[in-house]
């Protein structure tokens, strides 16, 4: 009897390993369902967005997000804290299944990883210290200004300074955090960041205050996977919309940021 | 104090000091694997270049001294990125112990030929004359007194790869280094943060000096 | 493996690679010559037998060398900046280099005296020179001599520590690297390409140091 149950067994086992040599054309979506697990890179230093909260947990908008994908899918999660310059990485060298990290869909981006439909919308803007006198993108001619490496922001912001004759006076910082602490200081007079973060950040420091948004578009922000699994995106481009036709979207985005989440959708443009 | 009702930033408290602990665990566990492993390896390598001629010059001698050319900090994000595209995705503190050995290893290499060499010929010929195998000449003659030649520098090498365990912060391992500096922009208060950092640095490297003094001393004696 | 390799996004971009190598060179060298400096310095006051300012010597040189280089980089950046003190990126590297360089250089500086029989000073003593006057013509050239070769590996150490600019917004190889590969985020092959300067680097200061000291030692 027992070595009935131990052929069953392993005639059993047998059949799963055969349908693992079958999966080797598996795509992503099955390795995560296989897996039982989702990785997802998160950036912990953009509240409220991402962060740690006091028991150093994470904690925010985008981890809310991956924990609600892990429960459609019904497998278990794991975070990635990540800083801003590893979001794309962590994806090339599949050290992470997806990557909810407030990211940029530049095309320049798009040559290295897949992005899914906009997610969340942002807008770039500044805060600036109570006396460094910069109420408008102008006034920031001149002034020393911050942002995280690797972000739109940099990179956009650089191409003023360029044409200013300003570069000098930009610096670039591992983390969005960074940026904040450097104002606080008055190691800089302006730190460009996310709209979202303004008003905690204005709220922690006496001396910072907000800003001028930034003159370029609008940030639409998308999830990220591996570029060339496009069952895996299909599914995370569902999973955003179901996020919203649920209402989960408007009750993260009230939770972290407060009032209305901005309408996901580009004026103009069908996609 | 945040937006919603959500805190962002906290002062520093105890608990901190703790999560600070916490990574010192991490720098230690992965300081002493890359240590332990970057030793028996460079041993080996520093023992093969001893033997190894020209051929073992140009082919050993070169890649590791590719390891001790490039900075460390350049070696870890090269390596992360390296690991998966070759199918083995690793994570952050695995790959940063590996990257640290092999480049703990290149330095001990370097140490342990020196080693081997400081050993005078005539010594081993009167070994190999007395009847000694060649790897008897090597564990009774060339191991004590080369290892007395060269601990000095290995305590240097062991120290160097202690304090360089903080590189892998940039891969955010969750070691002293980056919990330190994630802590410092949580609570603003970097002077006590790196301060006690530092402390936990010393705290670290210290046993590693004293055992050293203390290996020196008794070897003095017999 | 399914990765694609992009070379062409970094030989586009070679031209700027190189001439962060220049600055990384550059910030290396300055910051040697004014750690020989202070090290010399240090050393010399730690032998002074003057107790308070042997431990500031002391002080400095254990700080410099038990705690990372990151570290101090990180107190010249936001551990200055909590006291007002804001250096650009540029001035954090250059000091914090020179910084951890002095600690160590002034305890090859301890050794080199060391190894300088007593009985030289009195001879020169003598000789009717001043204290001064034998420490700077007769100790100090041997003790440079001696501690050459330890100067030489600091000076490549010095290059590969600069590195850590990168992490704190300054602009030398491995910084630009960071920067230019961000854009499209192929860090590997950007990466790869970087370790190949600095290779590059460290053999000219190492085939270099060994002329000059053909050079200077040959008698």
């Known amino acids: 009897m027992k070595i009935g149950t131990a052929l069953l067994a392993s005639a059993v086992i047998g059949l799963f390993a055969l349908g693992e040599v079958e999966s080797a054309k598996a795509d992503k979506l099955d390795d995560v369902i296989n897996a039982g697990k989702v990785r997802c890179g998160v950036v912990l230093d953009f509240p409220p967005i991402g962060f740690r909260d006091a028991n150093n947990e994470p904690a925010g908008f985008d981890v809310e997000y991956c924990k609600d994908l892990a429960a459609a899918m019904e497998v278990d999660y794991e975070i990635l804290p990540l800083t801003w310059a590893e979001r794309l990485p962590v994806i090339v060298t599949n050290r992470a299944d997806v990557v909810f990290g407030a990211t940029s869909d530049t095309l320049e981006r798009a040559k290295t990883v897949g992005f899914t439909i906009p997610y969340a919308i942002y807008y770039a803007q500044a805060v600036v210290t109570r006396d460094s006198g910069i109420a408008t993108f102008e006034d920031m001619k001149g002034k020393r200004v911050g942002a995280a490496v690797g972000t739109v922001p940099e990179i956009e912001f650089l191409k003023y300074a360029k044409e200013w004759g300003t570069e000098d006076l930009y610096q670039g910082f591992q983390s969005e955090n960074e940026v904040f602490l450097a104002v606080a200081q008055g190691k800089i007079d302006a730190g460009i960041t996310t709209n979202t973060a303004v008003k905690p950040i204005t709220d922690q420091y006496e001396n910072v205050i907000a800003g001028p948004r930034m003159p370029w578009t609008t940030d639409y922000t998308s999830v990220v996977g591996p570029r060339k699994d496009f069952g895996w995106l299909n599914y995370l481009n569902l999973f955003i919309t179901h ?27 069908m996609y | 104090m945040g937006s919603g009702g959500v805190q962002f930033f906290f002062e520093f408290t105890e ?60 070696q870890l994000v090269l390596f992360v990125n390296f690991f998966p595209i070759i199918g083995f995705p690793l994570d952050a503190a695995e790959a940063g112990t590996l990257v640290l050995m092999m480049y703990c290893s290149a330095l001990v290499a370097q140490v342990a030929r020196a080693g081997i060499e400081a050993v005078p010929k005539t010594t081993r010929w009167a070994g190999r004359s007395l009847g000694m195998s060649y790897w008897q000449d090597l564990r009774y003659v060339v191991l004590p007194i080369g290892l007395r030649a060269v601990l000095p520098s290995w305590t240097g090498v062991a120290l160097g790869v202690l304090k360089d365990s903080a590189l892998v912060s940039v891969l955010k391992a969750g070691e002293l280094m980056q919990v330190s500096q994630e802590m410092i922009t949580r609570t603003q208060q970097p002077f006590l943060i790196l301060g006690i950092a530092g402390l936990f640095y010393f705290a670290l490297s210290f046993p590693i000096a004293r055992l050293t003094e203390h290996l020196e001393r008794r070897w003095q004696h017999d | 493996m399914e990765y694609t390799f992009h070379w062409r996004p970094v030989f586009n971009r070679l031209p700027d690679l190189l001439e962060a190598g220049l600055i990384t060179l550059e910030v290396s060298a300055l910051s040697m010559v004014i ?185």
Not at chain 1, 256 to 261: K, L, N, P
Not at chain 3, 50 to 63: L, R
Not at chain 3, 95 to 107: D, H, I, S, V
């Open chain 2, 15 to 74: 608990r901190d000091l703790l999560i600070l602990a916490e990574g010192a665990k991490l720098t230690l566990i992965i300081s002493s694997l890359a240590i332990v492993g970057g030793t028996i390896l460079g041993g080996l390598f520093g023992w093969l270049l001893s033997i190894g001629g020209r051929v073992g010059a140009i082919t050993l001698g070169w890649v590791l001294d590719i390891f001790r050319s490039v900075p460390p900090i350049v």
């Open chain 1, 243 to 269: 996020q919203v036709r649920s209402g989960r979207y408007q009750e993260l985005w009230g939770q972290f940021v407060g009032g209305e989440a901005p309408d996901l959708r580009i004026p103009g443009v």
């Open chain 3, 35 to 219: 750690g020989i400096a202070l090290g010399l310095g240090l050393a010399l006051i730690r032998m002074s037998g003057n107790p308070a300012i042997a431990w500031f010597a002391i002080g400095w040189i254990e700080i410099a060398r038990n705690t990372p280089a990151l570290l101090q980089l990180f107190f010249f950046s936001f551990g200055l900046g909590a006291y007002g003190i804001h250096l650009t990126p540029y001035m954090v590297v250059l000091c914090g280099m020179a910084f951890n360089n002095a600690g160590y250089l002034a305890e090859s500086f301890r050794g080199g005296f060391a190894a300088i029989p007593d009985t030289q000073m009195k001879a020169a003593r003598s000789l009717g020179m001043t204290a001064t006057q034998a420490y700077i013509r007769i100790i100090i050239p041997q003790v440079l001599r001696i501690v050459y070769y330890p100067m030489t590996n600091q000076m490549v150490w010095a290059v590969l520590i600069s590195s850590l600019g990168m992490l704190v917004g300054f602009h030398e190889l491995a910084g630009e690297t960071q920067r230019q590969a961000f854009r499209s985020f192929r860090l590997f092959e950007f990466f790869l390409v970087t370790a190949v300067i600095y290779y590059v680097i460290v053999k000219i200061i190492i085939l270099s140091s060994r002329l000059i000291a053909w050079r200077l030692f040959r008698y």
